[in-house]
């Protein structure tokens, strides 16, 4: 069966979700294989194979943390021109698609950013994208080479389907240095106990009404009673109330969940190009013109320091 | 210090964009303007000549005879030159074709740095400037909220899929800086009138020796099958609140098993 491969992203061999769903994603296509770069390979190797991934091959060398992006270029390709895999499939985000891009470059093949979806055709792989701020949807193939695809989170349910895989550690050959870009730090991402943005369920946002940091502890409340993620619009985010790893839209992170609930929030095009597929949209906003409530699902025009405490008192009251 | 500042034209991201029949962007029907995202690179490289360094600012896009547009509005706000690379084999390009275009254009002017904008507000890749790198072989120091640019190189703050890093690449080198780098200055009356009088070059595929078959259509590695408009949404209930506001939400978070 032809080969895919995959690249893992991860923390310290913690995989991450958006992977799982890829590996979920190319068994339609072929039978996965992961790409492992960096430290931790032994711990990420059986989370791998529970999702089908066949092999594991593992490039353990210090130019992975070292450098920005070019390490895995150099290994995707080399790992690529040996196996000749039917298609590459990477994590959206300014990483993976940076490296889609110049693994795509180095192979001579076609490549698709974003997609929300992936299928088999009998001539390859055919995406999805939602595209023009979410008010389109595009269905596209790769003509030449070896597809590279980059998939946004959320496309697929991560669905296991176990094999031991096969471990298979690589030497590769990095590309000279000057043209390589050092990493002086790196600062993980904070994890908090609340689900991440884009793996959440249910996102409860806030926007310039709630008119300061310390008030945003009320969109917090109702994403806790909701079990919801935390987001925040562009205008919030460059107040400086909430950190900007939370921001919802074009320029932040784009949000599918079941239900988007956005306070204190208008609607702009570019807030909308984050949500605007979410399943059910809920809007509170005390202008009854604010555009968000165009493509709400359920509306209140109100204020959201009334409205919201006493959903959370309804929500605590109902489940007793 | 030779800046090139990458901008480009895109169709007004607050209008309703649409497709031409064929799948390509229909550039008629909706006004197009410089990219918003790019006006924080153009304003990130007047910075760094007003930082002291002595720069010379061009400004490159490409795309039809109105992206020329996209060239006077960045002119207005400070700079130098422009080049518009404009030449009808060029429609339909890919990434791949554009980045082909644009590095041909950067090596002919010559570059110590080149500046992008962290994606287009129309295709949205974010790789053109990743693209740059890898054909100009030259370390991309990419999606910045902040740079610095420093004893012949430049040290900025990425936000990454996973981490936030601090990054490093000597010069000459092409970077991209996000909607965090810095607000962008409008143009003054002054700069509008001084824009006029800059020079503008425009250059087609035979002046930078790329064939016709290598972009537009037929170069491009990708295709759109079908391009469809989702149904608009459709507006729910908008109930003022009365007072149990709240309560009423709950009943409808209820209904739908949210609660
Ligand atoms: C290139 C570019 C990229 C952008 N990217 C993004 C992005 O990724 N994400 C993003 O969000 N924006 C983005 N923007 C900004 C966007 O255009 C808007 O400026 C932004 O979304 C506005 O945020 P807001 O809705 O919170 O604020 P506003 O538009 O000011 O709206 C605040 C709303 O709160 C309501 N309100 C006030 N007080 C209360 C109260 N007590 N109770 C209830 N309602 C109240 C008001 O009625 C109003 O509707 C981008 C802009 C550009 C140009
Ligand atoms: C909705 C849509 C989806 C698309 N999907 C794909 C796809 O999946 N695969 C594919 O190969 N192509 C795709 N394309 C085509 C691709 O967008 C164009 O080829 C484009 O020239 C490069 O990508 P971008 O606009 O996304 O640029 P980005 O990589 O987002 O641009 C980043 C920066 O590069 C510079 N830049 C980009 N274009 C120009 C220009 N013309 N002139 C000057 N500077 C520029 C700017 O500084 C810009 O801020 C798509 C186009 C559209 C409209």
Request: charged content about 25%; some cysteine; aromatic content about 4%.
């Amino acid at each position: 069966m032809a080969e895919i491969l995959v690249l893992v992203d991860h923390t310290d061999g913690a995989v991450r979700k958006p992977t799982l769903e890829l590996l979920t994603l190319a068994r339609r296509l072929g039978e996965p294989s992961a790409v492992f770069l960096g430290q931790g390979a032994d711990t990420a190797t059986e989370v791998l194979g529970r999702y089908g991934a066949h092999k594991v091959y593992v490039v353990d060398a210090p130019e992975v943390e070292e450098f920005l992006v070019t390490p895995a270029v150099d290994a995707l390709t080399q790992i690529a021109e040996s196996t000749s895999p039917a298609a590459i499939l990477l994590p959206s985000g300014p990483d993976g698609k940076e490296t889609a891009a110049r693994v795509a470059l180095r192979l001579e093949s076609g490549l698709i950013t974003d997609a929300i979806d992936v299928t088999a055709d009998e001539d390859g792989p055919v995406t999805e994208q939602s595209v023009f701020a979410a008010t389109y949807q595009v269905t596209a193939h790769v003509t030449q080479g070896v597809p590279v695809i980059t998939v946004k989170p959320n496309a697929t349910a991560p669905e296991p389907a176990p094999v031991t895989p096969a471990v298979e550690k690589w030497d590769v050959t990095f590309g000279p240095a000057s043209a390589a870009v050092k990493v002086l730090s790196r600062a993980p991402r904070e994890r908090s106990d609340r689900p991440e943005l884009t793996e959440a369920d249910i996102v409860v946002s806030g926007g310039r009404g709630v008119n300061g940091a310390e008030n945003f502890a009320v969109i917090e409340r109702l994403a806790d009673a909701l079990g919801a993620a935390v987001g925040a619009s562009r205008a919030a985010v460059d107040a400086g109330w909430y950190p900007h790893s939370h921001q919802v839209g074009q320029t932040g992170t784009q949000v599918s969940p079941g239900l988007y609930l956005a306070a204190g929030i208008s609607g702009a095009i570019q807030h909308r190009a984050g949500m605007q597929t979410s399943k059910t949209i809920v809007a509170v906003n005390k202008d009854e013109d604010a555009p968000i409530f165009d493509l709400a699902d359920y509306g209140v025009v109100g204020d959201l320091f009334k409205v919201l405490p006493q959903l959370v008192e309804e929500i605590e009251r109902r489940r007793g | 210090m030779k800046i090139v500042v990458c901008v480009k034209h895109v169709p007004d991201a607050t209008a309703d964009r649409t497709f031409t029949e064929d799948g390509n962007t229909d550039r008629e029907s909706v006004d197009s303007l410089l990219s918003e995202l790019d006006e924080y690179a153009v304003e990130q490289a007047l910075r760094v000549a007003e930082s002291g360094v002595d720069a010379d600012i061009t400004y490159l896009t490409i795309g039809p005879d109105d992206a020329k547009d996209a060239l006077r509005k960045a002119l207005a706000m400070g700079g130098d030159s422009a080049v518009h690379v404009s030449d009808e084999d060029i429609e339909g390009s890919d990434a791949f074709g554009t980045s082909l275009v644009l590095a041909r254009a950067i090596e002919r002017h010559g570059f110590d740095l080149v500046v992008c904008g962290m994606a287009s507000t129309d295709g949205t890749m974010g790789v053109v400037p990743a693209l740059l790198a890898e054909r100009l072989g030259v370390p991309a120091v990419t999606h910045l909220d902040e740079l610095a640019i420093e004893d012949g190189a430049v040290t900025g703050r990425r936000e990454g899929d996973s981490a936030t890093v601090r990054v490093q690449g000597t010069l000459p080198a092409v970077v991209s800086v996000t909607d965090r780098s810095g607000d962008a200055r409008y143009p003054s009356f002054k700069g509008i009138m001084a824009a006029k009088k800059k020079p503008l070059e425009t250059l087609d595929l035979a002046d930078l020796g790329i064939a016709p078959e290598q972009v537009g259509r037929t170069g491009a590695r990708s295709a759109v099958d079908t391009a469809a408009k989702r149904p608009p949404r459709t507006q729910g209930e908008i109930v003022a609140d009365d007072g149990a506001g709240g309560v009423g939400l709950a009943t409808f978070l209820t209904a739908k098993k949210f609660i």
